[in-house]
């Protein structure tokens, strides 16, 4: 059972929690391996897509989920709607309740925007990235990917590497993967790594080379152009030469390490090609998992009592 | 109007005063003070007899009003977020009896007739004196100086221009060098804006766990060294803000050490949360500079308890529910404090920090003492400007009771012990 | 019932269902989780043991189907359905420990359903204990068990608790 009516972060979950999210969306797997992939399961609920940012990869997944599980899907993209016109987050929020929402998918590029409407809305928040702070699913089909190929999570050895310090999947990871018993290591540049981050459970490593060594799984970040000429590194493709990932850096790592993304990838200058379409590679298995991931829990947090 | 606060135990250690006796007030000055010694009862029914208004402190501590050196009282121009009225209220309510305000209304407080506005509105609507500060710069954009001396002729009594620092070393170095000319301080809101950088938490554990952007404590620290030295090269007198780092604290010690004319204050909320406050994303925790860790907690109070830091103020900043009631990035940064720092701080005194008299100092007698006003403290011909204060009273805070239009308190639901049971200003009285 | 009683009620019902079916052509068991599952792959033990073939069985879950998802005070765990044939053209004999108000068959007949077409569906159960709230009855019992609302049956199955044993219990206060 979940203990709240919302999923804000996997920072909120305990290790039972998670695990338990993870047996259910094995279970919805299933479903989408037949012929039929739809259940009546959450039939006549509402789920809004209530996106600030625009993503068409993780707003397709969720809607994706959602119908499959006969739910009804409204899709609320910033641009086209009233908020643009000045209304306040809360008003909007209220309008989408009114509008009947049983759950609540939001995206925003401010921390913090999940929680705000999980204190002002009676419907489930789920949190599909707010800011810097978390993006609790793509966390969840990340363990649920690994835990699928390596059959457990405890005592491997998981490198994130990339822009940790603005990156919502990063914290996430760090956050699920501690809690499943994993070891966790950061790789990347000192301006992308946030000092303080090293109270947290995690080793830091500045050389892919050093990083690498004895690695079980890869997850590599999208390192996002904007980033540029801000002073966290000097160019593009300095950044990409010293930690991109290559087939002579990955050797480094354990003979069968897995290498994950979470999407959309910058080819060649993050990850080659070479390893984006290669052998270790389980980059497009995330996808198809992410969507049995959001129907578990869409399907756990439906069923839980709102007094 | 003739009033006698009899039955208190009188304390004000300017005046060297700590000992039951009775005050008697006449047309809002103190006409005389009659302290428990041979003669009192018979002077005491002789004032009886004059008296119009006794009021029985009932052996409770009567004390200095207290003097808040850094308020935003938002009018003109943000009147939905406090107006004059309120916000004097607030402070009576809280047991001050003179507030200074802040220069970032609209608009801005850079000219004399902006001054004069405050001044009328404040003895039209105010419940306590209103000294009034004004703008460094025109429009505290931090390019050019703004008219000092006519300000000062109307009644501006410092200059700052908080909200913002002044990020021009060589405006600010004119600025203090200009002020030696009104023997006026220039309070200095410290904060290097590049660094700051957009953040809205202090820089640290909590900021990498929220996913918010963080402030360093040297986005501070380094606004306080600058001006220390700027302080020291001109000879000017210059007075630090809400102070709320430990290397802060530190600076200040040093620099006075060294016989550098610098003064600090700094507010409750430094010496009462930490940056943990923010946790859940409480807008009500969101302040500038923000709520920092624990060591610098301590720090503060080390800093109050040996006098690196003067003055306890407020920085009271109202803001309206609605703009609060958002996105934390969006949501404005500010505290509602009159209403709760005497609790708080008496605080400090119930742990053994400050004693009661030095608190007194903290809140009343340096202010005063720093803004030059000769006719405040507990001596005869004074302005009658008293508070009397239950320094044992427990009472809970409770947004929804304050006077203040702005709610937005990080205290709500606190057990506070001691406040101020009746506050006078000006001879008029204010009870709760 | 105690495990010899058991062991008798599926060799006969293993009888009757290849009587009714003249034969096992184009037979197959699908049992519902989790009792339902153990006697399935019982009852397919009994069939192959009486000469015939081999029949597939599958194991299905019904919690993506239940009618009370909105009622219940926790979700269902969800457990695997495992049907790893095409179920279309085939007589699917669905097997379950207990019948009682008949919902949970109302469930499986959908969750079928969304697999393939299948010829026919008959059900099977161990006890059939009563009140039933849908039109749904079981073509073949293992045994009758009239029981009061408040009682519970319980099919202990030496899979799941090391001992074959179905159970009466009166309710407890308070339940």
Not at chain 1, 12 to 34: C, P
Not at chain 2, 295 to 302: G, N, S, T
Not at chain 2, 415 to 432: C, D, H, N, P
Not at chain 3, 111 to 139: C, F, N, W
């Given at each position: 059972?979940?203990?709240?009516?919302?999923?804000?972060?996997?920072?909120?979950?305990?290790?039972?929690?998670?695990?338990?999210?993870?047996?259910?969306?094995?279970?919805?797997?299933?479903?989408?391996?037949?012929?039929?992939?739809?259940?009546?399961?959450l039939r006549g609920k509402t789920a809004v897509?209530?996106?600030?940012?625009?993503?068409?990869?993780?707003?397709?997944?969720?809607?994706?989920?959602?119908?499959?599980?006969?739910?009804?899907?409204?899709?609320?993209?910033?641009?086209?709607?009233?908020?643009?016109?000045g209304e306040s987050l809360i008003d909007t929020?209220?309008?989408?309740?009114?509008?009947?929402?049983?759950?609540?998918?939001?995206?925003?590029?401010?921390?913090?925007?999940?929680?705000?409407?999980?204190?002002?809305?009676?419907?489930?928040?789920?949190?599909?990235?707010?800011?810097?702070?978390?993006?609790?699913?793509?966390?969840?089909?990340?363990?649920?990917?690994?835990?699928?190929?390596?059959?457990?999570?405890?005592?491997?050895?998981?490198?994130?590497?990339?822009?940790?310090?603005?990156?919502?999947?990063?914290?996430?990871?760090?956050?699920?993967?501690?809690?499943?018993?994993?070891?966790?290591?950061?790789?990347?540049?000192?301006?992308?790594?946030?000092?303080?981050?090293?109270?947290?459970?995690?080793?830091?490593?500045?050389?892919?080379?050093?990083?690498?060594?004895?690695?079980?799984?890869?997850?590599?970040?999208?390192?996002?152009?904007?980033?540029?000429?801000?002073?966290?590194?000097?160019?593009?493709?300095?950044?990409?030469?010293?930690?991109?990932?290559?087939?002579?850096?990955?050797?480094?790592?354990?003979?069968?390490?897995?290498?994950?993304?979470?999407?959309?990838?910058?080819?060649?200058?993050?990850?080659?090609?070479?390893?984006?379409?290669?052998?270790?590679?389980?980059?497009?298995?995330?996808?198809?998992?992410?969507?049995?991931?959001?129907?578990?829990?869409?399907?756990?947090?439906?069923?839980?009592?709102?007094? | 109007?003739?009033?006698?606060?009899?039955?208190?135990?009188?304390?004000?250690?300017?005046?060297?005063?700590?000992?039951?006796?009775?005050?008697?007030?006449?047309?809002?000055?103190?006409?005389?003070?009659?302290?428990?010694?041979?003669?009192?009862?018979?002077?005491?029914?002789?004032?009886?007899?004059?008296?119009?208004?006794?009021?029985?402190?009932?052996?409770?501590?009567?004390?200095?009003?207290?003097?808040?050196?850094?308020?935003?009282?938002?009018e003109p121009g943000f009147e939905y977020k406090?107006?004059?009225?309120?916000?004097?209220?607030?402070?009576?309510?809280?047991?001050?009896?003179?507030?200074?305000?802040?220069?970032?209304?609209?608009?801005?407080?850079?000219?004399?007739?902006?001054?004069?506005?405050?001044?009328?509105?404040?003895?039209?609507?105010?419940?306590?004196?209103?000294?009034?500060?004004?703008?460094?710069?025109?429009?505290?954009?931090?390019?050019?100086?703004?008219?000092?001396?006519?300000?000062?002729?109307?009644?501006?009594?410092?200059?700052?221009?908080?909200?913002?620092?002044?990020?021009?070393?060589?405006?600010?170095?004119?600025?203090?060098?200009?002020?030696?000319?009104?023997?006026?301080?220039?309070?200095?809101?410290?904060?290097?804006?590049?660094?700051?950088?957009?953040?809205?938490?202090?820089?640290?554990?909590?900021?990498?766990?929220?996913?918010?952007?963080?402030?360093?404590?040297?986005?501070?620290?380094?606004?306080?060294?600058?001006?220390?030295?700027?302080?020291?090269?001109?000879?000017?007198?210059?007075?630090?803000?809400?102070?709320?780092?430990?290397?802060?604290?530190?600076?200040?010690?040093?620099?006075?050490?060294?016989?550098?004319?610098?003064?600090?204050?700094?507010?409750?909320?430094?010496?009462?949360?930490?940056?943990?406050?923010?946790?859940?994303?409480?807008?009500?925790?969101?302040?500038?500079?923000?709520?920092?860790?624990?060591?610098?907690?301590?720090?503060?109070?080390?800093?109050?308890?040996?006098?690196?830091?003067?003055?306890?103020?407020?920085?009271?900043?109202?803001?309206?529910?609605?703009?609060?009631?958002?996105?934390?990035?969006?949501?404005?940064?500010?505290?509602?404090?009159?209403?709760?720092?005497?609790?708080?701080?008496?605080?400090?005194?119930?742990?053994?920090?400050?004693?009661?008299?030095?608190?007194?100092?903290?809140?009343?007698?340096?202010?005063?003492?720093?803004?030059?006003?000769?006719?405040?403290?507990?001596?005869?011909?004074?302005?009658?400007?008293?508070?009397?204060?239950?320094?044992?009273?427990?009472?809970?805070?409770?947004?929804?009771?304050?006077?203040?239009?702005?709610?937005?308190?990080?205290?709500?639901?606190?057990?506070?012990?001691?406040?101020?049971?009746?506050?006078?200003?000006?001879?008029?009285?204010?009870?709760? | 019932?105690?495990?010899?009683?058991?062991?008798?009620?599926?060799?006969?019902?293993?009888?009757?269902?290849?009587?009714?079916?003249?034969?096992?052509?184009?037979?197959?068991?699908?049992?519902?989780?989790?009792?339902?599952?153990?006697?399935?792959?019982?009852?397919?033990?009994?069939?192959?043991?009486?000469?015939?073939?081999?029949?597939?069985?599958?194991?299905?879950?019904?919690?993506?189907?239940?009618?009370?998802?909105?009622?219940?005070?926790?979700?269902?765990?969800?457990?695997?359905?495992?049907?790893?044939?095409?179920?279309?053209?085939?007589?699917?004999?669905?097997?379950?420990?207990?019948?009682?108000?008949?919902?949970?068959?109302?469930?499986?007949?959908?969750?079928?359903?969304?697999?393939?077409?299948?010829?026919?569906?008959?059900?099977?159960?161990?006890?059939?204990?009563?009140?039933?709230?849908?039109?749904?009855?079981?073509?073949?019992?293992?045994?009758?068990?009239?029981?009061?609302?408040?009682?519970?049956?319980?099919?202990?199955?030496?899979?799941?608790?090391?001992?074959?044993?179905?159970?009466?219990?009166?309710?407890?206060?308070?339940?």
């Open positions: 059972m979940l203990k709240t009516k919302d999923l804000l972060g996997i920072k909120e979950l305990s290790g039972e929690e998670i695990n338990l999210i993870l047996d259910t969306a094995a279970g919805f797997k299933d479903v989408l391996g037949r012929d039929i992939k739809k259940v009546p399961t897509n209530l996106f600030f940012e625009p993503s068409t990869r993780t707003r397709t997944s969720f809607e994706l989920a959602a119908k499959r599980l006969s739910t009804d899907v409204i899709n609320f993209s910033v641009p086209t709607s009233s908020v643009v016109k929020a209220l309008t989408v309740q009114a509008l009947g929402a049983d759950l609540i998918i939001i995206r925003h590029s401010s921390a913090g925007v999940p929680h705000f409407l999980s204190k002002n809305l009676r419907a489930s928040i789920i949190n599909a990235g707010d800011g810097t702070n978390e993006h609790p699913t793509q966390a969840l089909l990340d363990a649920f990917t690994i835990k699928e190929k390596k059959g457990g999570i405890e005592g491997l050895t998981v490198a994130i590497v990339g822009d940790i310090a603005h990156s919502r999947v990063a914290k996430s990871n760090i956050y699920c993967l501690t809690k499943l018993g994993a070891k966790v290591r950061l790789i990347g540049p000192p301006t992308l790594i946030p000092k303080q981050i090293e109270e947290m459970p995690v080793a830091v490593f500045h050389s892919m080379e050093e990083g690498l060594k004895g690695v079980d799984i890869l997850i590599m970040l999208r390192i996002q152009m904007e980033r540029q000429g801000k002073g966290f590194f000097p160019s593009i493709e300095e950044y990409s030469k010293n930690w991109g990932i290559t087939s002579e850096r990955l050797a480094h790592a354990q003979r069968d390490v897995l290498v994950m993304h979470p999407g959309p990838m910058n080819r060649g200058i993050e990850i080659t090609s070479e390893i984006a379409d290669g052998p270790r590679s389980v980059i497009l298995e995330q996808v198809t998992n992410g969507i049995a991931v959001r129907m578990a829990v869409m399907y756990l947090l439906a069923g839980v009592r709102r007094s | 109007m003739k009033i006698l606060i009899k039955n208190g135990h009188i304390i004000d250690p300017s005046q060297g005063l700590d000992g039951m006796g009775d005050i008697f007030i006449e047309n809002g000055k103190i006409k005389e003070i009659n302290m428990k010694r041979k003669a009192h009862d018979a002077k005491r029914k002789e004032l009886l007899k004059s008296s119009v208004r006794t009021i029985d402190a009932g052996g409770l501590f009567v004390m200095p009003g207290l003097i808040d050196m850094h308020v935003h009282l938002r406090e107006t004059i009225k309120t916000g004097t209220g607030a402070a009576v309510h809280g047991g001050f009896t003179t507030v200074c305000c802040m220069p970032n209304t609209y608009p801005v407080h850079d000219n004399a007739s902006v001054t004069e506005f405050i001044i009328r509105r404040a003895a039209e609507e105010g419940s306590c004196t209103v000294l009034p500060i004004g703008a460094i710069t025109k429009g505290q954009k931090g390019e050019e100086l703004a008219e000092m001396g006519t300000m000062v002729k109307e009644g501006c009594i410092a200059f700052s221009d908080d909200g913002s620092p002044v990020m021009n070393s060589l405006i600010m170095r004119r600025a203090l060098e200009y002020s030696r000319t009104f023997e006026v301080p220039i309070i200095s809101h410290c904060e290097d804006i590049t660094l700051t950088d957009g953040g809205v938490v202090n820089e640290g554990l909590m900021s990498v766990t929220l996913g918010l952007k963080g402030i360093p404590a040297e986005s501070e620290e380094i606004m306080i060294y600058r001006d220390i030295a700027l302080a020291e090269l001109t000879g000017a007198r210059l007075h630090v803000a809400h102070v709320s780092t430990e290397g802060s604290v530190q600076l200040i010690r040093d620099a006075k050490n060294r016989g550098v004319r610098v003064t600090a204050e700094t507010c409750p909320h430094y010496f009462s949360l930490t940056e943990d406050a923010v946790s859940g994303y409480d807008t009500n925790a969101k302040v500038n500079p923000p709520l920092r860790t624990d060591i610098d907690r301590q720090a503060i109070k080390e800093g109050l308890r040996d006098g690196t830091i003067d003055v306890i103020a407020t920085d009271h900043a109202p803001h309206h529910a609605d703009e609060k009631l958002r996105e934390f990035d969006m949501a404005p940064s500010g505290i509602s404090g009159l209403e709760t720092a005497l609790g708080l701080s008496l605080g400090l005194v119930h742990e053994g920090v400050l004693t009661l008299k030095e608190l007194i100092e903290k809140m009343s007698l340096r202010p005063a003492r720093i803004l030059g006003l000769d006719d405040k403290g507990l001596k005869v011909g004074s302005v009658a400007d008293i508070v009397i204060v239950d320094l044992n009273r427990e009472w809970k805070v409770d947004p929804g009771e304050f006077v203040s239009k702005g709610r937005n308190t990080p205290f709500n639901g606190w057990i506070l012990k001691g406040m101020a049971a009746v506050t006078i200003s000006k001879g008029r009285i204010y009870e709760q | 019932m105690n495990e010899h009683d058991i062991k008798r009620a599926l060799t006969r019902i293993a009888h009757e269902i290849i009587e009714k079916n003249r034969g096992t052509k184009d037979l197959c068991l699908v049992g519902i989780q989790r009792g339902g599952v153990h006697l399935a792959k019982r009852l397919a033990a009994e069939i192959k043991a009486i000469g015939e073939k081999d029949i597939p069985v599958g194991s299905l879950d019904i919690a993506l189907y239940r009618d009370d998802l909105t009622i219940r005070k926790e979700q269902p765990v969800i457990r695997r359905t495992e049907v790893p044939f095409e179920v279309t053209d085939l007589k699917i004999i669905l097997v379950d420990d207990v019948l009682f108000t008949g919902r949970s068959i109302r469930a499986a007949m959908d969750a079928i359903m969304d697999l393939g077409r299948p010829a026919s569906i008959q059900l099977t159960v161990l006890i059939d204990r009563g009140h039933r709230e849908l039109p749904i009855k079981a073509d073949f019992i293992g045994k009758n068990i009239p029981t009061a609302l408040s009682e519970v049956v319980e099919v202990q199955l030496r899979e799941e608790v090391g001992r074959d044993r179905v159970v009466l219990k009166k309710a407890k206060k308070g339940a």
